[in-house]
């Protein structure tokens, strides 16, 4: 079963992930940084609530259940630091590639390459962020139910 946070960084991944897909309109290039940009703020927003609240709790209890994860654990918090960073990166290159698309608006163009860039570096924060999920919840799990072996 999905917890709330869990349910909401998913939402908010697979929303940002089909605006990264919307092909920009010719003339609405605007519109699509304004909406790619609140996507990704709100996917920021979720990561943070999520990483900060249930990933500790999740890393802190396979601790307890199984120290022999400590290196991994230690991988994860890094893992979750990064990707908090490089989403703020991300949102930043939205933020600007909107303000420059009102004044770009006549020569979309030449920030399509831009665009290329942020949606691609965006997709593989999408990813990663999918695949550390996936990595803590297989943890847990394993520290919860793995048979240690006989304990006579």
């Known amino acids: 079963m999905k917890g709330k946070l869990e349910k909401e960084l998913q ?3 697979t929303f940002l992930e089909r605006e990264l897909h919307t092909p920009v309109i010719a003339g609405e290039l605007r519109l699509w940084t304004a909406s790619t940009a609140r996507a990704c703020q709100r996917v920021r927003d979720c990561m943070s609530r999520r990483f900060f609240n249930d990933h ?3 890393m802190d209890e396979v601790l307890r259940q199984d120290p022999g994860q400590a290196s991994r654990i230690q991988q ?5 630091e990064r990707l908090l960073t490089r989403i703020d990166a991300s949102c930043q290159q939205a933020r600007t ?3 420059n698309a009102s004044s770009a608006e006549p020569e979309e163009v030449h920030l399509m390459d831009q665009i290329a860039d942020f949606r691609e570096s965006t997709e593989e924060i999408i990813r990663q962020t999918r695949e550390q999920e996936t990595s803590l919840n297989t943890w847990y ?3 919860l139910y793995r048979d ?3 304990a006579d």
């Open 141 to 143: 799990h394993e520290s």
């Open 11 to 13: 939402d908010a991944l």
């Open 76 to 80: 994860a918090r890094e893992t979750d």
């Open 56 to 58: 500790d709790a999740l």
């Open 97 to 99: 590639l909107n303000a």
């Open 148 to 150: 240690r072996g006989v």
